[in-house]
């Protein structure tokens, strides 16, 4: 059973379902919540322990103080979060924005990640704190003001679902989510996203790495995911998997879920050293 729960240590509302070993802990992008995993959660063998937190700012969780956090910030939040609910040692899945926070856990606490997956890998844009943000993240938070949540929700969200015209309920789906952001705790998250750089904090992971790509992604497009996985290559000594999964786009986990669950359980079925996962339904190695 999938529980909606409160840590009264962080603030942090989180979904969690009960299992043993380590936990598998799902970060969702910016425009999302830990709700947006519920359905994944029943494709995921039965006896792992699921967890999936709403961000600082998102779904209840209390926000952060600053206006411009760093991942690593996140990371640190993300920390006490896990140590408050006995889940120190995770396997941390991260989507889009969630790759940023997940890269920067895994370099500032090596011993607690024995292994991380990014899906839709959003490197980031590099930029020091302070720095005049680039346009199109500064119109993000614009629009997000000047029309709403839920105007600014109908506007996005078919740029998430591949074909979005052939696929109106996923993007209501993706809608609904997004209409129900926090505008303070989604500025911070794009500001956060203005400084991350995911190329150069996985140079600093020592930690098995895997990735997933909707092949047709236009928000994170794929070339992404490979510049980030060269950069594994790089720190690693060997390329690490990269599982993409055709007819999907950036919602990939929501658009073709059983694909993306086949693709996950393989890239964390071991704990060692990172080894080619088989290709996940409808995906292929890239």
């Known amino acids: 059973m999938v529980r909606d729960k409160c840590d009264q240590t962080t603030g942090i509302r989180y979904l969690e379902r009960a299992g043993s070993g380590d936990a598998v802990v799902f970060l969702h992008g910016i425009g999302?919540?830990?709700?947006?995993?519920?359905?994944l959660f029943d494709l995921m063998p039965p006896a792992l322990r699921l967890i999936a937190w709403n961000a600082p700012g998102y779904g209840g969780s209390a926000a952060l103080p600053e206006v411009w956090p760093l991942a690593a910030r996140y990371a640190a939040v993300l920390h006490r979060f896990l140590t408050s609910i006995d889940a120190q040692r995770a396997v941390l899945v991260g989507h889009s924005l969630g790759t940023l926070i997940a890269a920067a856990y895994a370099r500032c606490y090596p011993e607690q990640v024995?292994?991380?997956?990014?899906?839709?890998?959003?490197?980031?844009?590099?930029?020091?704190?302070?720095a005049p943000l680039p346009r199109k993240l500064a119109e993000r938070i614009a629009d997000l003001h000047r029309q709403g949540p839920a105007a600014f929700a109908r506007a996005r969200a078919p740029r998430l679902v591949h074909d979005p015209q052939a696929n109106p309920g996923l993007v209501r789906q993706v809608e609904?989510?997004?209409?129900?952001?926090?505008?303070?705790?989604?500025?911070?998250?794009?500001?956060?996203?203005?400084?991350?750089?995911?190329?150069?904090?996985?140079?600093?992971?020592?930690c098995p790495v895997g990735f997933i790509i909707g092949a047709q992604d236009a928000v994170t497009p794929p070339e992404q995911t490979h510049r980030a996985a060269n950069a594994v290559e790089a720190a690693q000594g060997h390329a690490p998997p990269v599982v993409q999964i055709d007819g999907a786009g950036h919602a990939v986990y929501l658009q073709?879920?059983?694909?993306?669950?086949?693709?996950?359980?393989?890239?964390?079925?071991?704990?060692?050293?990172a080894h080619p996962a088989p290709t996940a339904t409808g995906g292929t190695h890239a």
């Open 114 to 130: 024995p292994r991380i997956v990014l899906a839709a890998a959003a490197c980031g844009y590099g930029l020091p704190t302070g």
């Open 32 to 39: 999302s919540s830990a709700a947006s995993f519920r359905g």
């Open 176 to 206: 609904t989510a997004m209409a129900a952001i926090h505008p303070a705790g989604y500025a911070q998250a794009v500001h956060m996203l203005a400084s991350g750089d995911l190329v150069a904090a996985l140079r600093g992971v020592r």
């Open 256 to 273: 073709r879920p059983h694909a993306f669950a086949e693709a996950l359980i393989s890239l964390t079925a071991t704990h060692g050293t």
